[in-house]
């Protein structure tokens, strides 16, 4: 507990600010650039059991625009418009060595970004990316509701509420995204989040990730990739990601096991060997500790 606590104040906070293209985000340790970039309903901090564990990386968590503290997006919301901001951010970054990553809905956005900005880093990794089964049920569900509310946005502050709520968090990590559901690391980690997004963002980049062709970017993809997944992820599409992998040089699939779709929540050790490996194959000059 002591060393959580004395890592947790040596994180610094930068922006939001004209010169962080709007964005909020910390940074901790010394070394190359991990950049990290939340799911739907979170913020920078909900990836701090991963960050405790990338020692001999400078790691850098984003608040999306929208969430936490960052600014709002002037236009709506969406995978496109996230990764084009994201990009300007990544340009003022002075490091040599950046990899960037995302978890859930933040891998889409890496992955857009990837596509169409890959010359800014030098790989790019995927935790949990929704590869949906485009005829599941659940994938069909969501997809409506998002269109649904986004069409009657006079719901935005209902479906915020509900979605923000403790019962609601804890109940879809223990039926969807965890393999073995933790209270006390959803109590800790994924609730702070889901206060601090505003409404508009949380249903507009539902809405686009529902809509976004993940395969087809990761195909159009040239940067070294790699997938993390849970291997109990509920969510995607399993067969289609090894397809993807077999198919494509760029492209390593790494399953971690006893996780679920928050993989990184779940075994953040494990994952963070997945990205150290990942960047030991990028010839990253880091110190492995």
């Known amino acids: 507990m002591d060393a959580f606590l004395q890592n947790e104040r040596s994180v610094k906070h930068h922006g939001p600010s004209e010169e962080t293209a709007g964005f909020h985000y910390i940074t901790l340790g010394e070394g190359p650039l991990v950049i990290l970039v939340h ?112 069409r009657h946005r006079w719901m935005y502050p209902v479906g915020k509420r509900l979605i923000s709520s403790a019962p609601y968090s804890h109940m879809t990590a223990r039926f969807l995204n965890m393999y073995r559901y933790d209270r006390r690391l959803i109590s800790r980690y994924g609730l702070s989040g889901r206060k601090q997004v505003r409404g508009d963002a949380l249903f507009q980049m539902g809405k686009s990730v529902g809509n976004f062709d993940l395969a087809a970017a990761i195909e159009h993809t040239h940067i070294p990739l790699r997938i993390i997944y ?30 679920g779709h928050v993989v990184c929540l779940e075994k953040p050790s494990e994952t963070a060997d997945a990205i150290r490996s990942f960047l030991q194959d990028l010839q990253f000059p880091f110190q492995d500790v």
């Not at 990899?99 to 990794?125: E, N, T, Y």
């Not at 397809?243 to 096991?257: D, F, G, W």
């Open 39 to 150: 799911g739907w309903n979170n913020n920078w901090y909900g990836f701090w059991p991963l960050i405790e564990q990338l020692s001999g990386c400078r790691v850098m968590s984003v608040d999306q625009l929208g969430y936490g503290t960052s600014a709002n997006l002037a236009s709506a919301y969406s995978v496109e418009a996230m990764a084009d901001r994201l990009a300007d951010l990544v340009r003022t970054l002075p490091d040599t060595y950046k990899c960037i990553g995302g978890l859930s809905l933040g891998s889409a956005v890496v992955a857009r970004f990837a596509q169409k900005h890959g010359d800014l880093v030098q790989g790019a990794f995927l935790m949990g990316p929704p590869i949906l089964k485009k005829k599941s049920i659940g994938s069909g569900f969501f997809r409506r509701m998002m269109r649904l509310i986004d």
């Open 230 to 259: 849970g291997k109990h992820d509920k969510l995607v599409d399993h067969a289609r990601a090894q397809e993807l992998a077999r198919h494509q040089a760029n492209l390593q699939l790494v399953y971690i096991e006893k996780a």
